[in-house]
């Protein structure tokens, strides 16, 4: 009776408000320095009997030097062979256990993951330290790669995307290394014993974290670790330098001339703030509101109402030293410069109207509810952790996450706009056949046109 009463109560015609973010949703963690130096975190997940290990090498492609892609290599070859595993014999003790390591680079990092169920822990533990400490990058594999990445390079010369992100790197971080590009020249350029330079240099415990998630107890794993590492000596890394991003001034036009291309890549880009920015759980809500999908207001204008695009987004990119923010789309070629007015425009009306509460709601919950969902998988929740160490972010940075992004105001994501983004100094870069488009282009700014090896084109006569 109590339950036919309760339910009768429910009002079904009425979407039910949501709960409250959770204040500590974010799992603790212990922390624990090896003798090495190394330091650990450990989550606690006994959910399921699986673990999985992140060990971060701090760097990533900003110790690539003259040579772009260099620490891409060291990745793709660290369990490519190391000095008592050849790489066949690598990949079948990894796929014996259910186990893979993977090792990826990125701007500020170079992570190894690998994970598998509980009772391989030592196993798979062995073959992390195997690839991490010990790895003799064969010519063979170096060669394979090396052709891998330049077939890579010769297919993104057809890809317009491809061809704006690097554009638009390169216009927004300069000479910086986030904006170096991997070429052809850089590739070949590359030699084996760069790739051991990079590790020998890089690759020190005391420039390392290690993330462990899964069900592990500290006073248990902690032994493990400083068994499997403890022949890892730590040494003191390289002191580098990097050149200043450049100063964005003015509102500047970027063409890829592409030609035959129906439709054009559109990038509108301009510098942003670095990862331990005061500001990123709010930042998330403000563009999402923007550009975050369906619900942002770049799609809804662009797609929902003119019907030019199949989809229009924005994004805050954060790096250590620096970020970019970007505004994207692709347009048939008629409508490229509308698209691009109509993007600023929805730019500028984001600093100059608050935004109205019901739609800030849905953006609020969203993003909410997408970080809450992350938090299932153990990869990004130990990225998470190492994060924090990374960029020196606040030790209690995540436990606060949910709650900052569900507490934004329109107040705020006005101010954030105004602070964040700007319309009069902005880089416009567009990928698409210069004689259908660039007439219309020249009508927002100075056009400056590049072929598809991104090297400026000479000026027409009469310009």
């Known amino acids: 009776m109590c339950v036919v009463t309760a339910m009768a109560a429910i009002d079904r015609t009425k979407k039910p408000s949501p709960a409250p973010a959770p204040e500590a949703a974010f799992p603790d963690y212990t922390t624990v320095t090896l003798q090495n130096g190394l330091k650990v975190f450990v989550i606690q997940d006994d959910r399921k009997p699986a673990v999985t290990f992140r060990l971060v090498i701090k760097g990533g492609s900003l110790h690539d030097g003259e040579k772009p892609g260099l620490s891409s290599f060291v990745a793709a070859l660290l369990n490519r062979g190391t000095k008592s595993r050849d790489a066949l014999a690598f990949a079948k003790e990894s796929d014996f256990i259910g186990s893979r390591l993977e090792a990826v680079s990125g701007p500020d990092s170079l992570a190894?993951?690998?994970?598998?169920?509980?009772?391989?822990?030592?196993?798979?533990?062995?073959?992390?330290?195997?690839?991490?400490?010990?790895?003799?990058?064969?010519?063979?594999?170096?060669?394979?790669?090396?052709?891998?990445?330049?077939?890579?390079?010769a297919a993104e010369k057809q890809e317009p995307g491809a061809?704006?992100?690097?554009?638009?790197?390169?216009?927004?971080?300069?000479?910086?290394?986030?904006?170096?590009?991997?070429?052809?020249?850089?590739?070949?350029?590359?030699?084996?014993?760069?790739?051991?330079?990079?590790?020998?240099?890089?690759?020190s415990p005391?420039?390392?974290?290690?993330?462990?998630?899964?069900?592990?107890?500290?006073?248990?794993?902690?032994?493990?670790?400083?068994?499997?590492?403890?022949?890892?000596?730590?040494?003191?890394?390289?002191?580098?330098?990097?050149?200043?991003?450049?100063?964005?001034?003015?509102?500047?036009?970027?063409?890829?001339?592409?030609?035959?291309?129906?439709?054009?890549?559109?990038?509108?880009?301009?510098?942003?703030?670095?990862?331990?920015?005061?500001?990123?759980?709010?930042?998330?809500?403000?563009?999402?509101?923007?550009?975050?999908?369906?619900?942002?207001?770049?799609?809804?204008?662009?797609?929902?109402k003119h019907g030019w695009t199949y989809g229009a987004y924005s994004a805050f990119d954060m790096h250590r030293f620096g970020g970019s923010f970007e505004a994207t789309a692709e347009t048939r070629n008629d409508v490229t410069a509308p698209a691009i007015v109509e993007t600023?425009?929805?730019?500028?009306?984001?600093?100059?109207?608050?935004?109205?509460?019901?739609?800030?709601?849905?953006?609020?919950?969203?993003?909410?509810?997408?970080?809450?969902?992350?938090?299932?998988?153990?990869?990004?929740?130990?990225?998470?952790?190492?994060?924090?160490?990374?960029?020196?972010?606040?030790?209690?940075?995540y436990k606060k996450y949910a709650t900052r992004m569900a507490s934004v105001t329109p107040s705020q994501v006005q101010a954030l706009a105004k602070n964040y983004l700007n319309v009069e100094n902005v880089a416009i870069v567009v990928v698409g056949e210069a004689k259908q488009i660039q007439s219309e282009l020249e009508k927002l700014g100075k056009v400056v046109v590049y072929d598809t090896a991104l090297k400026p084109l000479p000026v027409r006569k009469g310009e």
């Not at 890829?256 to 880009?269: A, Y």
């Not at 609020?364 to 153990?378: D, I, K």
């Open 112 to 153: 190894v993951s690998a994970g598998g169920l509980t009772k391989y822990t030592a196993l798979i533990l062995d073959l992390l330290q195997d690839a991490v400490i010990n790895p003799v990058f064969p010519q063979d594999q170096f060669a394979r790669e090396q052709k891998k990445a330049l077939s890579q390079l």
């Open 163 to 203: 061809l704006g992100n690097k554009l638009a790197a390169r216009v927004v971080y300069g000479p910086h290394p986030y904006g170096a590009e991997r070429t052809e020249k850089s590739v070949l350029a590359i030699t084996r014993d760069d790739i051991a330079s990079y590790h020998k240099n890089w690759f």
């Open 206 to 304: 005391k420039n390392a974290t290690l993330a462990v998630v899964g069900d592990v107890k500290p006073e248990e794993i902690i032994p493990q670790l400083e068994k499997a590492f403890a022949t890892w000596a730590p040494h003191e890394v390289p002191v580098a330098k990097f050149a200043k991003p450049p100063v964005m001034s003015g509102l500047t036009v970027h063409l890829v001339d592409r030609p035959g291309s129906v439709q054009s890549t559109i990038i509108l880009c301009q510098p942003g703030p670095a990862r331990n920015g005061p500001d990123m759980p709010e930042l998330n809500v403000m563009n999402a509101t923007l550009g975050g999908g369906f619900s942002g207001r770049l799609f809804q204008n662009l797609r929902e």
């Open 344 to 397: 600023l425009a929805e730019i500028r009306r984001l600093r100059d109207e608050p935004v109205p509460d019901d739609e800030l709601e849905l953006q609020r919950q969203y993003n909410v509810g997408n970080y809450l969902l992350s938090l299932e998988n153990a990869g990004r929740i130990a990225q998470r952790v190492q994060d924090i160490e990374l960029y020196g972010l606040p030790a209690d940075f």
